[in-house]
């Protein structure tokens, strides 16, 4: 050692540290990837993300070969300047150099490359990868032997070490990766995505029409009101009926219906030829199992039972698919038939409106485990049937109650949302 040159020692030691920067900076690099680009990426071809993605399908191998490479060159950079300070100054020396190489280590082969690893990922771990696979080879039996003592132990600590990695994502991750994702994916197309994932905890019983708010068809009136209605109907579709909706007949179609409205002999006898047969689903039916029900069965509109087979809504595809894309206007500004923008920046608003439907449009934040509709959430909070004046503040919207009739809440105004610091329960205002 004594006839190798200062620079020659030097040389190598600098070389020395670069190698623990590139394991250090590699080793934080691969980690970090994001492990569903980097399948994409590998599926799609890219070369270095295959590489990476093969050696990540068992870490404990990388790891090792990582680990055994940069304390072998941190051990020998350790020697190299345990001779340069003996040849400088002696036993003094060695606890200078001793120091000033843990602080060029911990400055230049930990923390820079570690930083600019986990900063860009992709550019350290790529190339990294074209190296590490043959080493992987050439050492793969000290790795192994490494490796098998390493699990030896893990398995006393009662660890069973497991290759591969579980990259499955809980409902909740998904929507908050979705939410991460800021521009890359609209927002439109990313609440479109979050409403999917929603589908699952919604029911039927969420969106449904009320039985009170179902316009139907009834057979026992005579023909000229029934044909009056059918072409004044706002809907595609008509659930026909004998005297009240327990004694649904089926659906009509209007569209088929308005092309036989022009034969003068036509009749209630003909009419009640072009109904379909009624389609049921329980009320407690998840979203996303109906539309697979609908789909199954050719159906685009159902009445809701429940437990007693009594009806008490009626839902359609284009409901579900709202709950997904929001509501379908012609104009995309329209706000619901049940919701009325004022000038004063208040919203007259139909009791009888879908409490999701309303924090939709409006963006309130009203609780919907409970009453599905404004009136029931009012209904529920005041224990009564409120008077005309009366002023609530529920989810911090301020709303007064404009109409009652039949011991129900027809109109609401809804004030814009406050803000309240201190967070005690809501109390009904004045009257």
């Known amino acids: 050692m004594d006839e190798i040159p200062l620079s020659v020692l030097y040389g190598t ?23 569903y680009r980097l399948r994409h990426l590998a599926k799609s071809g890219h070369p270095g993300a295959r590489r990476a993605s093969n050696l990540l399908d068992k870490p404990d191998r990388l790891i090792g070969l990582i680990l055994l490479f940069n304390n072998a060159v941190n051990l020998l950079a350790s020697s190299l300047v345990t001779i340069i300070a003996l040849r400088h100054g002696g036993d003094a020396a060695i606890a200078i150099g001793t120091g000033l190489l ?64 579980n990259l499955e994502l809980s409902r909740e991750e998904l929507r908050t990766v979705l939410a991460e994702a800021g521009k890359r994916i609209p927002e439109r197309h990313q609440k479109m995505l979050v409403g999917i994932l929603d589908l699952e905890k919604v029911t039927v019983e969420d969106i449904m029409v009320p039985r009170n708010e179902i316009s139907g068809v009834d057979l026992d009136d005579n023909w ?8 004044e109907s706002a809907y595609t579709k008509l659930p026909v009926f004998r005297g009240s ?36 689903t329980p009320i407690t039916t998840a979203l996303h199992t109906m539309m697979l029900n609908f789909q199954k069965n050719r159906q685009r509109i159902a009445l809701v039972v429940d437990e007693y087979g ?59 485990d409970g009453p599905k509709t404004l009136n029931g959430l009012v ?31 027809k109109t609401v105004r809804i004030l814009p949302r406050i803000e309240i610091k201190d967070h005690s329960e809501n109390e009904e205002l004045s009257s």
């Open 13 to 35: 030691l600098i070389c020395l540290i670069v190698g623990s920067a590139f394991f250090s900076g590699s080793e934080t690099g691969l980690m970090m990837l994001n492990r």
């Open 102 to 165: 843990i602080l060029v280590i911990l400055i230049f082969a930990e923390v820079t490359p570690k930083t600019l690893a986990a900063r860009h990922p992709e550019r350290i771990a790529f190339p990294a990868a074209w190296l590490y696979v043959p080493l992987l080879r050439i050492f793969y039996p000290l790795v192994w032997i490494v490796n098998m003592i390493a699990n030896y132990f893990l398995r006393l600590l009662g660890v069973r070490p497991e290759y591969g990695t």
């Open 224 to 231: 000229e009101t029934i044909r009056k209605q059918i072409s």
């Open 245 to 280: 909706l327990d004694n649904v007949q089926g659906f009509v179609h209007l569209r088929q219906v308005m092309r036989m409205l022009g034969q003068e002999d036509l009749d209630k006898s003909d009419f009640e030829k072009v109904i379909r047969p009624v389609y049921f």
């Open 310 to 368: 009594d009806i008490q809504g009626l839902v359609t595809l284009e409901d579900i698919l709202e709950e997904i894309v929001g509501e379908f206007t012609t104009d995309p500004n329209q706000f619901s038939r049940d919701i009325h923008p004022q000038e004063d920046g208040t919203f007259l608003v139909d009791g009888g409106v879908n409490l999701r439907m309303l924090n939709r449009v409006l963006t309130t934040q009203f609780p919907t």
């Open 379 to 409: 209904l529920e909070y005041l224990e009564s049937i409120p008077e005309p004046g009366t002023s609530v503040l529920i989810a911090n919207h301020p709303m007064e109650i404009i109409q009652t009739k039949e011991q129900a809440i």
